[in-house]
């Protein structure tokens, strides 16, 4: 008896299987099991691969919470801030001389211009600095330049000047004592450590026409307003916003 060796034995073997005939049958089998076992593989893979992302996120709740149990600071958004409504915040950052008090913050403004009524009827250009500001709050911390702030705060100093003692004026309000009779400068702070009132707020703006069109668009942007007082139940702040902002254009 002949002794069938290589394809002749795949050949008989697959033909004495109901259904396949043949040499073209052993390849459409060994396809299917070549296929069936990709598929396999693939299936692993993206099983693996979801398996990763969940043990991802899992560890990265596990160390949020260790964070929050150690007293760690958690980086925040302004968008996560915002669902907060009003809440207290520290400050920290770059110790800053304010120019007329001589105080320490890290983040001050002044201006000065005609005041009546505790109003400036005229005001000239502000001044402020641009140190970034972090923001510490008990859900986390996060830094803020200063054009993200709207500060309502009562001045840290407020101080009249007078042809009579104007040369204990500063030289750019000088400059104006001879228009004017006398000029009134005032101060903003925002001390380190002390604890202030924060809400943060959308503010929309308006942009150029999309091609084709004569309407504007329009922009929004999340800032953070920061008050000495507390916010009001509609969340309205008990002073107004400091003079560098009031008429804030983006």
Same mark, same amino acid.
């Given at each position: 008896m002949?002794?069938?060796? =290589?394809p002749?034995?795949?050949?008989?073997?697959?033909? /004495?299987?109901?259904g396949l005939?043949?040499?073209?049958?052993?390849?459409t089998?060994i396809t299917a *099991? #070549?296929?069936?076992?990709?598929?396999?593989?693939?299936?692993?893979?993206?099983?693996c691969?979801?398996i990763?992302?969940?043990?991802l996120l899992?560890?990265?709740l596990? /160390?949020?919470?260790?964070?929050? *149990?150690?007293?760690?600071? !958690?980086?925040v958004t302004?968008?996560t801030?915002?669902?907060?409504?009003?809440?207290e915040?520290k400050?920290? =950052?770059?110790?800053?001389?304010?120019?007329?008090?001589?105080?320490h $913050?890290?983040?001050?403004?002044?201006?000065f211009?005609?005041l009546?009524?505790?109003?400036?009827?005229?005001?000239f250009? &502000?001044?402020?600095?641009?140190?970034? #500001?972090?923001? !510490?709050?008990d859900?986390?911390?996060?830094?803020l330049?200063? &054009?993200?702030l709207?500060?309502?705060l009562?001045? &840290?100093?407020e101080?009249t000047?007078?042809?009579?003692?104007?040369a204990r004026?500063?030289e750019?309000?000088?400059?104006?004592?001879?228009?004017?009779?006398?000029?009134t400068?005032?101060e903003? $702070?925002?001390?380190?450590?002390?604890t202030?009132?924060a809400? #943060?707020?959308?503010?929309?703006?308006?942009?150029?026409?999309?091609?084709?069109?004569?309407?504007p668009?329009h922009?929004s942007?999340?800032?953070l307003?920061?008050? *000495?007082?507390?916010?009001?139940?509609d969340g309205?702040?008990?002073h107004? #916003?400091?003079?560098a902002f009031?008429?804030w254009?983006?």
């Amino acid at each position: 008896m002949s002794r069938i060796t =290589g394809p002749s034995l795949m050949s008989s073997t697959f033909m /004495s299987a109901p259904g396949l005939i043949g040499t073209n049958a052993a390849r459409t089998f060994i396809t299917a *099991d #070549v296929s069936s076992s990709r598929n396999k593989a693939l299936f692993r893979c993206s099983l693996c691969a979801m398996i990763r992302k969940r043990l991802l996120l899992v560890l990265m709740l596990v /160390s949020l919470a260790r964070a929050d *149990d150690k007293g760690e600071r !958690v980086e925040v958004t302004l968008e996560t801030l915002q669902a907060k409504g009003s809440f207290e915040v520290k400050l920290e =950052g770059e110790k800053l001389e304010s120019f007329l008090a001589k105080k320490h $913050c890290v983040y001050f403004e002044w201006g000065f211009g005609v005041l009546e009524k505790s109003h400036f009827a005229t005001r000239f250009s &502000s001044y402020q600095s641009d140190s970034p #500001v972090k923001i !510490v709050s008990d859900g986390g911390s996060l830094e803020l330049r200063p &054009s993200q702030l709207r500060p309502h705060l009562s001045p &840290s100093l407020e101080k009249t000047y007078t042809k009579r003692r104007a040369a204990r004026a500063p030289e750019v309000i000088r400059e104006k004592l001879g228009e004017y009779g006398s000029l009134t400068a005032r101060e903003y $702070c925002l001390e380190p450590g002390r604890t202030y009132h924060a809400r #943060v707020q959308s503010e929309t703006y308006l942009l150029p026409p999309e091609s084709g069109s004569h309407n504007p668009g329009h922009g929004s942007n999340r800032v953070l307003m920061i008050s *000495d007082l507390p916010f009001s139940e509609d969340g309205k702040a008990p002073h107004p #916003v400091t003079p560098a902002f009031e008429n804030w254009r983006y």
